[in-house]
């Protein structure tokens, strides 16, 4: 990352509770959609270290959509994790 986001920079898109069981609290979970840009750089290099594709140096905008997830049981392990990384909408 060229230009890593920071908190304000987040945008909440989505937050959800998932009940699997509704009578036990240990089945549930929350997800919560997070959208944010930074600024990357991208490369590919050969066995010699030369560069095939992309560039050390130049900044690529990109826009990345993830999901993260917690189970809302009381348990110390319960700890946050990317459950997916969505691919950007399909513009219109």
Request: without cysteine; aromatic residues 8%.
């Amino acid at each position: 990352m060229a230009d890593r986001p920071t908190l304000r920079q987040l945008q909440l898109l989505r937050a959800r509770i998932g009940v699997m069981n509704q009578h036990d609290p240990q089945t549930w979970h929350v997800q919560l959609t997070v959208r944010f840009e930074s600024k990357q750089r991208f490369a590919a290099f050969d066995g010699k270290g030369d560069t095939m594709a992309g560039s050390m140096t130049t900044d690529i905008p990109v826009t990345d959509y993830w999901i993260f997830e917690r189970s809302l049981r009381s348990a110390a392990s319960s700890q946050w994790r990317v459950a997916a990384r969505l691919p950007p909408p399909i513009p219109s």
